[in-house]
């Protein structure tokens, strides 16, 4: 039996429910970054968590790899309208990184190497959310984030910070890069939220 739902027919979304509103499919992995990629030595490389008063956990690249990881495969969406569905990545959970971490902030601002920032929520983080350093299989390539990239699969493609360098826990939103300027402040496909007012 086949069920036809009125409308949703939704020959722009290809009939493919996993699709969110104006996004259209690619099977290619585009590359977007702001300006140059960073290349972080892996021996310098250095990962922290720090929280609304001040306190700061950090990782080595040693440290990371020896953490607990896993495997996931998501879909993820970019605010320029192409998605990619299964997406096959190993990393850390950020819920496994917090621990019991004493904290009552409600946001984060993730920041990289290279000076990009995006905030996002801490529930979303939680969500899962993951510290990635593999994708399909490989070490994840400079190019994509590499060594690791913050990968949140239900906000929109800029919230997944590449080359992160740390989470900054905080009772206020702080807008990061993009937030700046002009767009949604937390992003979700779903609701098209791609720029402030959306
Ligand atoms: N540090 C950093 N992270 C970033 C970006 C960036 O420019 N710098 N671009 C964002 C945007 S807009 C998208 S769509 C994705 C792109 O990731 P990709 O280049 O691996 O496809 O990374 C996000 N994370
Ligand atoms: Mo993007």
Excluded at 117 to 145: K, R
Aim: with cysteine.
């Amino acid at each position: 039996m086949r069920v036809v739902t009125p409308g949703f027919t939704g020959r722009a979304r290809g009939n493919n429910p996993r699709l969110p509103p104006g996004q259209h499919l690619t099977e290619d992995f585009p590359v977007l970054s702001v300006g140059p990629t960073p290349r972080v030595n892996r021996d310098r490389w250095e990962f922290a968590v720090v929280t609304e008063r001040g306190a700061r956990r950090s990782w080595t690249w040693r440290e990371l790899l020896a953490l607990p990881s896993e495997q996931f495969t998501v879909d993820i969406h970019c605010v320029t309208q192409w998605s990619k569905l299964d997406t096959r990545w190993r990393g850390v959970r950020v819920d496994t990184l917090l621990g019991d971490l004493d904290t009552a902030a409600d946001y984060v601002l993730a920041r990289s190497y290279g000076g990009y920032t995006t905030n996002i929520p801490l529930a979303d983080l939680l969500g899962p959310a993951w510290i990635a350093y593999e994708y399909a299989g490989q070490p994840l390539v400079p190019e994509h984030g590499g060594p690791a990239r913050l990968v949140v699969p239900q906000l929109y493609f800029w919230k997944s910070a590449k080359w992160i360098r740390e989470l900054r826990l905080g009772t206020k939103d702080a807008p990061g890069f993009w937030e700046t300027a002009g767009y949604h402040d937390y992003g979700d496909p779903w609701r098209e939220q791609r720029y402030q007012g959306d």
